[in-house]
């Protein structure tokens, strides 16, 4: 009996839950895949990133898709719009963080947005983008969205399409070194 109670804990200390008390390092490149925009009916709202914990200077890390983003060149008809990585630190199974690129404008950056995550062996990935033009005076001048979700294997790169923009994302445990073999099965995208 006492076998059956120490089996349980175990199981109980491997499951989905325990792992989401986890760190994981998140990488994401959003690109556009065409010369073409398709603005949004509205500019991105001033309250974008909707309460999310923005990605602060401390938790970016060294990108690791690298020789993804030298595919992505406008010579291939790709234009990269933000190339970050970061570590997540989660103390529950979802999270919702705020990235963005570039030089910010009254509370607005040229690429803004929020990335929800449940994050679980498969994880759940939501993501709110914003890529903006602005007049000379600084101030909205169009905006175009990129709304989509998506699963995302853990320690595996994912094709994020949505029209003329396009990301992608991998989200690894960290520590995990067996990346840089998944990733190679993304690249069947890029060429």
């Known amino acids: 009996m006492r076998y059956l109670i120490h089996l349980a804990l175990l199981l109980t200390l491997c499951s989905t839950h325990a792992l989401a008390n986890d760190t994981q390092q998140v990488e994401l490149i959003i690109f556009r895949q065409s010369s073409q925009t398709i603005p949004a009916s509205q500019v991105a ?92 005076d600084a101030t909205l001048l169009s905006s175009e969205r990129f709304k989509q979700s998506a699963l995302v294997a853990n320690d595996q790169v994912t094709f994020i399409d949505h029209g003329t923009l396009g990301a992608l994302i991998r989200i690894q445990a960290q520590g995990n070194k067996s990346a840089d073999s998944s990733a190679n099965s993304a690249s069947q995208y890029l060429e």
């Open 45 to 136: 709202p001033d309250n974008w990133a909707n309460g999310a914990t923005p990605v602060t200077r401390e938790m970016l890390r060294s990108t690791q898709l690298d020789h993804f983003v030298k595919k992505l060149t406008p010579a291939n008809g790709y234009q990269v719009l933000l190339h970050k990585a970061w570590l997540q630190t989660s103390n529950g199974t979802s999270v919702q963080v705020a990235v963005s690129e570039g030089t910010e404008s009254f509370a607005h950056y040229p690429v803004e947005g929020t990335i929800s995550m449940e994050l679980e062996r498969t994880s759940q990935v939501q993501m709110d983008f914003w890529i903006n033009q602005f007049n000379p």
